[in-house]
């Protein structure tokens, strides 16, 4: 069984969609969490960072249960430009060393 | 400024050549990383430093060589390399390594091509 686990894929939603992804981690003693976003072939990008319940950013809402150990990001009302791959990440022991999902890739069409 | 910055863009090598990679970021970051990756998979961790010391080498093979001359600038220094070393090379800063709150953010990348 993987640390943090994702469901890859694909996601394909028409333009104005919200779309949920969830991620489940087994560490329980993870710390911190976050979503990066990677367009193909570019850099991940830091898109919300999660270190208590949750955190929202526009369209963009992350929540955490620690108790089921899963981080979920809801995108509302979803534009072509958010087509990506969605990257988890775990903080799991504060030494630096990020555990990342495999990634799920979002697809949206007109 | 929150930008960190990498070069070259695009590198093609031999298998025999010796080839550095450079990163700077001047967010005054204490942390900085290198990582390696493959199409369609995450990031894989190669390399921490901290305070300009190397704190976590995950076991990656000594034709990598890494070293962080000043806190802005890490490099990763390249020697007889294999096929299989084609990927893109990342490389990522953060304010400290350790504690929780440890956001870290990735350079363009190198895309490298091993012949």
């Known amino acids: 069984r993987k640390e943090v686990e994702q469901d890859p894929g694909p996601f394909n939603v028409p333009e104005g969609a919200t779309v949920a992804f969830n991620c489940t981690y087994s560490?329980?003693?993870?710390?911190?969490f976050f979503w990066y976003r990677q367009d193909c072939r570019k850099e991940p990008k830091l898109l919300m960072s999660?270190?208590?319940s949750g955190n929202e950013d526009g369209r963009f809402t992350a929540q955490l249960n620690r108790a089921s150990q899963y981080i979920s990001l809801l995108i509302r009302d979803s534009k072509l430009s958010d087509s990506a791959t969605y990257l988890c990440?775990?903080?799991?022991?504060?030494?630096?060393?990020?555990?990342f999902g495999q990634g799920t890739t979002l697809q949206v069409k007109p | 400024d929150t930008e960190v910055t990498q070069t070259p863009k695009h590198l093609v090598m031999g298998m025999t050549n010796k080839k550095s990679l450079k990163c700077e970021q001047h967010?005054?970051?204490?942390?900085m990383y290198w990582y390696k990756q493959k199409a369609k998979k995450p990031p894989e961790l190669m390399f921490v430093?901290?305070?300009?010391?190397?704190?976590i080498n995950e076991s990656v093979p000594s034709r990598f060589s890494p070293e962080c001359p000043n806190s802005s600038l890490l490099n990763l220094h390249l020697h007889a390399l294999q096929p299989e070393d084609s990927a893109l090379y990342l490389c990522?800063?953060?304010?400290?390594?350790?504690?929780?709150?440890?956001?870290?953010?990735f350079g363009p990348g190198t895309r490298l091509t091993v012949l």
């Open positions: 967010m005054g970051h204490r942390a």
């Open positions: 560490n329980s003693a993870s710390q911190s």
């Open positions: 430093y901290s305070y300009e010391k190397l704190s």
């Open positions: 990440v775990v903080n799991r022991d504060n030494t630096g060393k990020l555990i």
């Open positions: 999660v270190y208590s």
């Open positions: 990522a800063s953060s304010q400290e390594s350790s504690g929780p709150y440890n956001e870290q953010f």
